[in-house]
């Protein structure tokens, strides 16, 4: 719309400006709303249409970023009065490829603190709400910016997922997330760092409303950089649909140890079908260790990213958030992360990836819930299932698996529950195979349209 001037850029920017002034008071998604530098970039972005000037992909397009990624002048607190006040000088690489591409910066969203949690509350802005239902989170860690998304209050954004925290926001908000492969878009410029263990499970990725949307987002900023230790020059490429009616896709409903909802399960059925239908060869697909993967997922994320937050926090315990403090009450339940334990976590993991990507080779394609159930009210840490107790932490599993594993995972809304709220399925692919993700991603889409939530109906 903007490229054949249906809307100018100052106009857009100013409409997405207005549903943040109208609904933001409600969600709560904002850290900062940067409307003086947002105008003066639309004002120029309107002069180089007017010009005829060459445009970029996302020429005019207002987006997000979530409050952990450095924005040059915008706070990046990562929700923590340890880090209040820290404004980065420069901008991390995906913003400036980001703005490069013509994309206009609106503001930064709210987080858990440390990120450390599927549900956005801090004591330095508050909690961040779920326009589908005001009394239920949007996820976590990166539940503003869903809920931005979501609530139009953003075209599309920036978020990060060490455990989930891209894909459980967006099936949280009806919208869609690309969880990418570490090192296909740079995770410099984040806090806290994707070092060391972290490298392998932390990951930088795009939120937007429509699949094809989020692909725009991630060919902008996808490429290596040198602040990535995880970084490989893989070019970014479609994949034509000869291609994808040849990939074999796998489907799972649920795990035997952490059951989903009958509505999540019916929305994988759908999807299967729906790809089938299309033509793709669809079976059932069961990897028996994935249990296993998800321990070994919290030895790296929980005890040895608890063993990094100690230090940080050591002495100021009053003044972190009651959600950092049950994440490290849970770290602390357990034994102790040692030498030994963490060197057999790392072999466990490369001894368990090889045989997972080998089942692959039969299965490029894997569809599968993205959590056990759908957005969960406020301070909700257990449900019962058709009978079956399922925890805060193991309904998650579905998304943890993947980031033991390295494998990039598209959320695609799907379905709905009883409640109405939406319920989105995970796209599962090979390391560096984004591309064919988004393309079975976009297959399952076709022909459903974007639902507002009702906030904003």
């Not at 891209?166 to 908000?173: D, E």
Request: aromatic share 6%.
């Amino acid at each position: 719309m903007v490229r054949v001037k249906t809307i100018s850029p100052v106009e857009l920017v100013q409409a997405h400006l207005d549903s943040i002034r109208r609904f933001n008071p409600r969600l709560n998604a904002f850290v900062t709303v940067d409307e003086g530098r947002a105008l003066s970039a639309a004002h120029l972005a309107e002069e180089a249409v007017l010009r005829g000037a060459k445009l970029g992909p996302l020429h005019g397009v207002p987006v997000t970023i979530k409050s952990s990624i450095d924005v040059a002048g915008l706070r990046c607190e990562t929700g923590s009065r340890l880090r209040a006040g820290n404004i980065p000088t420069a901008d991390a690489p995906l913003v400036t490829r980001l703005k490069k591409a013509g994309a206009i910066i609106l503001g930064n969203t709210n987080v858990p603190e440390f990120l450390m949690a599927y549900e956005t509350d801090n004591l330095l802005y508050g909690r961040t709400n779920n326009p589908w239902d005001l009394e239920r989170t949007p996820g976590g860690s990166s539940g503003g910016e869903s809920a931005a998304i979501a609530a139009c209050c953003s075209a599309g954004g920036v978020g990060s997922d060490g455990g989930g925290s891209i894909r459980v926001p967006a099936h949280y908000t009806g919208i869609c997330g690309l969880k990418p492969t570490p090192g296909r878009i740079p995770a410099t410029g984040h806090f806290p760092a994707s070092a060391g263990p972290f490298a392998q499970l932390g990951v930088v990725g795009p939120l937007a409303r429509t699949i094809g949307d989020v692909q725009l987002l991630f060919e902008a900023m996808a490429g290596p950089d040198i602040g990535d230790p995880a970084a490989a020059p893989v070019p970014v490429r479609r994949p034509g649909e000869e291609e994808v009616r040849a990939l074999r896709v796998g489907f799972f409903e649920d795990e035997n140890h952490h059951p989903a909802t009958p509505e999540t399960r019916a929305a994988v059925r759908a999807a299967a079908k729906k790809l089938e239908d299309g033509g793709l060869n669809v079976s059932p697909f069961r990897f028996d260790a994935l249990e296993k993967a998800r321990e070994l997922w919290w030895q790296l994320f929980g005890l040895a990213g608890g063993f990094v937050l100690g230090p940080m926090v050591k002495g100021h315990e009053s003044e972190i958030s009651p959600i950092l403090k049950e994440f490290t009450g849970i770290v602390h339940s357990d034994p102790p992360l040692t030498l030994e334990s963490f060197m057999n976590t790392l072999l466990g993991r490369d001894q368990l990836r090889p045989l997972f990507l080998a089942r692959m080779e039969q299965f490029p394609i894997l569809i599968c819930p993205v959590c056990s159930v759908p957005a969960f009210r406020h301070g909700e840490r257990k449900w019962v299932i058709e009978g079956r107790s399922v925890e805060y932490l193991n309904a998650m599993s579905y998304t943890q698996w993947f980031n033991l594993l390295g494998n990039p995972a598209a959320v695609v809304p799907v379905g709905r529950s009883p409640e109405g709220l939406p319920i989105g399925v995970q796209v599962v692919g090979r390391p560096f195979c984004e591309e064919q993700v988004l393309a079975v991603a976009a297959e399952i889409e076709r022909g459903n349209s974007w639902q507002a939530p009702p906030l904003i109906t």
